[in-house]
């Protein structure tokens, strides 16, 4: 894993120290993501510029070093990521008498282009990739991102200057930086907790979307074109449906599954897994260890709070695979000191609080190994998350009885959360949900919305955003704008919706960051392009049956764990943010939200800010994730005023 930076600037043409400094300052900005090598290359003619920082995994050495260029000389590439079909395409090339200098995946990926081309080649990767390749004979730049956004890459142009970067702080260290912030993007931000792509929080700065190729050639503006699209995935597998016994789903997906897992073995540094217990991480870990010599590697995080910790469960499961297991038990003084580090960490606002746990198993694991196989993604393939049977059965619910259902919203409201916890508190462990009180007022205010509201409504963490933004921008809205196929049923039509936002922009970039800041290379095998492309085929009698979630996924663990380690009520990968903030948070948490700040700053209404801290701090409502959210904003907000800024050499504007 590494980072990745460069420059096109016309303005510089022929300045190659200049050049080299700027692209060596702006990948050294990123050597948490690669610590162990990094380099430069710039074409002077063209005022183009390409830094690199390497986390060195396969073919250690110096052969792997990046910038590299190809065998004709043509082709430049600097290169984030991993391809584990790389050995067979190798093969294919040394079959047509290629001859390879070293063995890294990246010289694959280099002589692959020199010979077929890009677009062809990156439809033929199996991997996770953020890619520059530099074409020296008609100066033209090739920004490819994987499939599904596994792998991070930034991209603005601001007149005649074009940056690109694996993060948005290599930006921070070209002289003519001039960050704007984006309203629009902080009220995105706000509902959904991230900033949805192709969006950043600065004007002018674009995250490119998974499944796509950015050109940059000389004159001409930037084009996107797509090389893989999850729409057309979703069309394909409404008209392809696989007709299946059970036996064979299970055979099929657990032939896949295993493929995907031991590709991501391969690594010359020693590699490991996070493991929480739940389904999806333990299925990974479970078919890591039947192509495993030794034990492997296993990693968790626990809490001390009750609802929070499944530390517990993963000892169980890492005890049955006989794994090497490692845990560590969070501190409410651990997680402080993280949250002092998430501006830095992220670039711009994210306030998904499980980045807290993220990145602790994350330093914890990396003092183990350099490589961790993570269960990311099963929930959105195989229809995981409670909110996707919740919606469809309040969706029925609103369509057929809606007298009914604003009555039943009336009658949770009458108890605070509180008071519906401890009324939960009668029932065993095994059955009763996390947070019971919160969940069901969130319910409450679903049930006030249209059908067609449900889904947004569940992931929107504020959702009258003009009350919360003084200037009352509108909001981004790509996630509310996009539409599944028609022909998808209500549960495929929220999975379509997080695996083309939630999981890129929040899951995903968590992971990224966070493991990335620790130099941790962390690997996804459940988002393998091949089994998503599965998945989707599969009809819903193999996700949700019975009442159960993940169905074809717990058949295929069953072959391995018994049931009776993993079947329990989903957690998620949370945090106790909530109790936090009364208690060991709250004195970080309160000159962030102070009136006075607010209202200076301009940015938020401090009216309804101030109105549901003091609501939270009583106990009768938890609004933690809106809170996080503006905590989160204020965070970064007071870390981006402390940066010093580089004088520039010439002033720019942006060009929106």
Known sequence: MCGLAGIIDARRRGDEGALTLIATAMADSLRHRGPDDGGTWNDPKSGFALGFRRLSIIDLSPLGHQPMISASGRWVIAYNGEIYNYRELRRELEAKGHVFCGHSDTEVILECCARWGVDATVRRLIGMFAIALWDRSNCTLFLVRDRLGIKPLYWAQFGQLFLFGSEIK?????????????????????????????YSIYRG???????????????????????????????????????LTDAE??????????????????????????????????????????????????????????????????????????????????????????????????????ADPSQIPTYLISQLTRGHVTVSLSGDGGDELFAGYNRYRVARSLGVLAEKNPVLRRALSSAIGVLSPAAWD???????????????????????????????????????????????LPSGVAPLAPVRQAKANKKCDKIEAMQYLDTISYLPDDILTKVDRASMAV????????????????????????KIRGGETKWLLRQVLEKYVPRRLTARPKMGFGVPIDSWLRGPLRDWAEPLLAQDR???????????????????????????????????????????????????????????
């Open 598 to 656: 607010l209202d200076a700053e301009g940015y938020l209404d401090s009216a309804p800010v101030r109105q549901k801290w003091r609501e939270h701090l009583s106990g009768h409502r938890n609004w933690q994730y809106s809170l996080w959210g503006v905590l989160m904003f204020q965070a970064w907000l007071q870390a981006e005023q402390c940066q010093p800024r580089i004088e520039p050499s010439a002033p720019i504007r942006a060009v929106i």
């Open 205 to 243: 700065v674009h995250k490119l979307e998974p499944g796509h190729i950015l050109t940059v050639a000389p004159d001409k503006e930037p084009v996107v074109s797509t090389y893989w699209s999850m729409a057309e995935v979703v069309e394909n597998g409404i008209k392809k449906r696989l007709d």
């Open 249 to 350: 789903a299970i055979s099929r997906l657990d032939a896949l599954l295993r493929d995907a897992v031991g590709r991501r073995m391969v690594a010359d540094v020693p590699l490991g897994a996070f493991l929480s217990g739940g389904i999806d991480s333990s299925t990974v870990v479970a078919l890591m260890q039947v192509q495993s010599a030794r034990p492997v590697r296993t990693f968790s995080i626990g809490f001390h709070e009750m609802g929070y910790d499944e530390a517990g469960h993963a000892k169980m499961v890492a005890r049955h695979l006989g794994t090497d297991h490692t845990e560590l038990y969070v501190q409410p003084g651990q997680a402080l000191a993280v949250i002092e580090r998430l501006p830095m960490i992220f670039d711009e606002p994210f």
């Open 519 to 542: 130099a941790l290379e962390a690997r996804v095998p459940l988002l393998d392009h091949r089994v998503v492309e599965f998945a989707w085929r599969l009809p819903m009698k193999f």
């Open 422 to 468: 401890r009324l939960f508190s009668v029932v065993p462990n095994r059955f009763r949900p996390a947070q019971p009180g919160d969940k069901l007022h969130k319910l409450a205010a679903i049930l006030t919305v249209e059908p067609d509201e449900i889904y947004h409504r569940l992931v929107s963490h504020w959702d009258d955003n003009p009350v919360l």
């Open 170 to 198: 290599a930006f921070k260290h070209h002289p003519d930086w001039r960050p704007e912030i984006d309203r629009a993007a902080l009220s995105a931000f706000l509902r959904y907790s991230y900033v949805p792509a192709p």
